[in-house]
């Protein structure tokens, strides 16, 4: 049997910068980089020579990038917190960022609190499951405002105007309504969250399970329609959006009581958010659906 070798009690030294550090532009520079004085402040020569307002706004952003990394205390989250309304629009863009980064539910829903919707229209087209579990093709438009008041109104395929209905559900039931879009469906995000950048990237290899069996994909099968062909507007450099001409599955236009407007549309799949606001608004219209099939 060998003889083990005993572990030595010391530690391994953990990495270290070279230099000094300079807490206004946060590197480590060399020795002859500071002065006799900068060397105790933690300032090299050349931040020192900026103005105290350059200097005090170099340190708070970094200091703001610092926290992005590390965990907070409430002290320093009350900090944060407030250099979200700094007079200094870098720093106050900075901080938003780096307070949505690492507190993004709260960040939502101080965003929630704020937005009340005034009216909506809200307009689907594709394919919708009932409770049955049967698959049927809608293309249905909901305006709603206020009032209490929702107007629907039905097309054909084609998107030619078939008939319209409307329904008052009152004032209390349109708030709660409203309510449940913003707090439980997150309306106001679904630009970020259900419009995929990447859904009309012509340019993305296909997986494996979605090529022929001679190994050639069918990418020319899925694209082939007239809206989604290259020379019907489409930008080389377009980052991923849809087509100009194309058509989307779903949309909301949206004004807000504090002004806020928005605008969110979706062209390739109906995201289960939007099927299940499509049904909080349709089930005002089930009772005049049943009206219409009695002989």
Known sequence: MGIKKKKSGKTKRQLQHQGHYCKICG??????N???????????????????????????????????FRYLNETEIKWLKNRR????????????????????????????????????VFHVRGEIYNEYGDEHIVNAEFTADTSGRIIKKLFDENDSFIEEKS???GVKVAR??????????????????????????????????????DGSDYKDELYKDEDLDSDAGQDDDSGGEAPKESIPTWSVEIKYRNGTEQSTKGYDYLPDPVTELFDEFDCYFEEDDLDDELP
């Open 27 to 32: 590197e480590y520079k060399a020795n002859e």
């Open 34 to 68: 500071f002065s006799g004085r900068g060397h105790a402040a933690h300032i090299c020569k050349a931040c020192a020579s900026k103005s105290p307002a350059q200097k005090s706004e170099d340190i708070t952003i970094n200091r703001l990038h610092g926290m992005a």
């Open 85 to 120: 309304n700094d007079s200094r629009p870098e720093i106050q863009e900075l901080a938003r960022q780096v307070f949505d980064e690492k507190f993004p539910c709260q960040a939502r829903n101080e965003i929630r609190a704020q937005l009340h919707i005034k009216n909506i």
């Open 167 to 169: 329904v008052d559900i």
């Open 176 to 213: 709660k309504l409203f309510n449940a879009a913003v707090h439980h469906y997150d309306i106001p995000f679904w630009d970020t969250d259900l419009c995929r950048e990447l859904s009309y990237d012509l340019d993305i290899d296909l997986l494996p399970e979605v090529r022929d069996d």
